[in-house]
């Protein structure tokens, strides 16, 4: 089967750079003092908005901007209405939606499922949000708040708290904010932790490293008055697993999630869910620290904080429309809002035969694929599901110009280049695709 190639879309933040953010904001805030230049912008296209997840502010918000911009919207909103309840694959959805639209926004329960629906769709896809994997427009509307409070965000320390396991935003939000030299405390929920190799992923990609901090309030949150703090490596000279942990003496943005009790997150955790309390906000440590909260929130806002001036959530929320607005004029007009260094991930490229995803609510489990692995890190034995992430310790390492094949933890794996890598999870594999045994 002939696969499309993949569009230019917005499919996860791990494809933001730099420069891409700095000029987004800039065209955002360009959309904010002069909407009246953009309001004909889009005139003539369809934007399709498909939602089989329920949602308020991001489909809302995205059909607002595309209004905003004179663009057409198609729309569902209820999955139960479309063929997906026939039973039909997500592949033949996205050929048919992109069809009929000149770009579609996409929320789908499984993870990857953006990556895949992009390669058959046949115009540009956005991400709005794919299972417990990405939400990548939620973090340029996260971090668009932030900017127009602060500027640049080098060197702040944002905390991100609540189910880290379960939820997008703050996943997403970590990637973005180690783009931009942020520090980034991690305070999850008991059991809600990303799971394990996130944050080391991080720190391979930007050169960043993990540390333990220590502050008493902590523990009223995750029951530890210790957390992680992933930051750039060199801003700061200190211990880092060894001896003491370091209070932290400042947070400028605490970033709040709630439990997602329908991805699988025990609704009884809700009473040990980290939130905020009235004595916390008379903590020195948040005096001057911004609340932020993807919504919808359940306990962990109670209604006393909205009045605070600290609080930023329905600011931020506000900045919705504005920031989609954005999304689309840098897909549909690049010719005039060009998008600088913005790399999708090639999805459907990689290393094909290396099995199931584990990963039970991969978009390649609910299609009855086999997913494709792509290489991450420098030892060259972890490779990653190219649509949902998850890892794969591989135990055998090939080498396709020597033919030779290594044990993983071989040195002899290091020396091979990453386009002649060729894993294999049995030796036997290796040998009878006629390899031969290297040591
Ligand atoms: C978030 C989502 O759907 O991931 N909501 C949103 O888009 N504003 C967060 C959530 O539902 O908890």
Redesign the pocket.
Known sequence: MQLLPVLEGLHSAEAFSRSFLEAFFELVGEIEREPQRFQDALHGKVIATVFE?P?T??RLSFESAAHRLGAGVITVADSSTTSAAKGESLRDSARIIGGYADLVVWRHPNDGASRLASQYAGVPLVNG?DGRLG?PT?TLLDLYTLHRRWGSLEGRTIGVMGDLLH???ARSLAWALAVLGARVVILPGPGLDWETGFDRRICDRYDYRLRRVRHAVFQGWTGSDEARVLEPRGLVQGSLFSGDAPTLDTIDALYL??L?AERGASDAAQGAFPGLKRSDLRDPLLSETLFLH???RREEIPDFVDEDPRAIYFEQARNGPLVRQAVFLALLRADQHPIPDLHPLPAGQGEHGLGDCPNKNCITCAEGMQPPWRVEGKARRIFLCAYCDSLLEVHYVGCRSTRRVHPAHSSQVLKIRPENLRPFLERDAAIEQGFTWGG
């Open positions: 997840e949602s502010r991001t949000g939400h939620q939820g997008r935003t999630t709630r997602q993807p919504l919808p």
